[in-house]
């Protein structure tokens, strides 16, 4: 079953405009993970914030994680054209032994030049 | 330089055969796996292995085999029965921790069109 599910689908904004895209899941979770993929490239992992977590920082990206609320925002600050791609959030479930993460479906951000 | 590479980039297939995409890394990790991505949909999990000569099949394993020979390779090999197999292939690899899921480090892709 889908696991992570980002919303929006899509997203648009000019440069220097900040972007915030959301992730929900569905069961409790060890840690939830963000990932880029500019098109047709692999995916390439951002930020990891672990379920005891509240909020993470990297450079341009903060991350929040609401576990009561099963949700976690992604927030990109002063967007860029080059941050135009595919945004996917990744979780890992509690319990179990194997290391499995379950994607979303992703959030198509495009920056306006 | 450390990575993972997935051959070849681009893969064409006629009804009926059997391909097998290659998948190696030196980043000397213990897990490897391999998703599908259909366009506009998120990565859905084939197979993985956590450890040489392992694997488990994830969540759509149906027309799909692989092996795990050796620690920096996993080669998947979609077969003729797979009823729908042109996508985008995607191998990763991570660190094997006992009590999380680091970080998976992916490959650039291989895109399989069945003519």
């Known amino acids: 079953s889908q696991q992570g599910e980002e919303d929006p689908q899509a997203l648009s904004i000019q440069e220097g405009e900040n972007a915030t895209m959301n992730c929900s899941y569905k069961?409790?979770?060890?840690?939830l993970q963000w990932y880029r993929q500019n098109s047709g490239r692999g995916l390439v992992h951002l930020i990891l914030?672990?379920?005891?977590?509240r909020e993470k920082h990297s450079g341009r990206l903060r991350v929040t994680l609401d576990t009561s609320k099963k949700s976690s925002s992604l927030l990109i600050t002063a967007s860029r054209a080059a941050d135009t791609a595919s945004y996917f959030c990744?979780?890992?479930?509690?319990?179990?032994?194997?290391?499995?993460?379950?994607f979303g479906k992703g959030t198509l951000l495009t920056v306006n030049p | 330089d450390g990575g993972i590479t997935q051959s070849p980039k681009y893969l064409f297939r006629k009804e009926g055969q059997n391909v097998t995409l290659s998948c190696e890394q030196n980043?000397?990790?213990?897990?490897m796996y391999w998703y599908r991505q259909d366009p506009g949909q998120g990565l859905r999990l084939i197979y993985y292995?956590?450890?040489?000569?392992?694997?488990q099949k994830g969540d759509i394993a149906e027309g799909y085999s692989v092996s795990r020979e050796k620690k920096e390779s996993f080669p998947l090999t979609v077969t003729s029965a797979q009823k729908n197999p042109t996508a985008f292939y995607l191998c990763?690899?991570?660190?094997?921790?006992?009590?999380?899921?680091?970080?998976?480090?992916f490959g650039p892709g291989t895109r399989l069109t069945v003519l």
């Open positions: 292995s956590q450890i040489v000569n392992d694997f």
């Open positions: 990744a979780t890992r479930h509690s319990g179990g032994s194997n290391y499995k993460l379950t």
């Open positions: 980043l000397n990790h213990d897990a």
């Open positions: 990763a690899s991570s660190i094997r921790a006992r009590m999380d899921t680091r970080e998976q480090f």
């Open positions: 069961t409790s979770i060890n840690n």
């Open positions: 914030i672990r379920s005891n977590e």
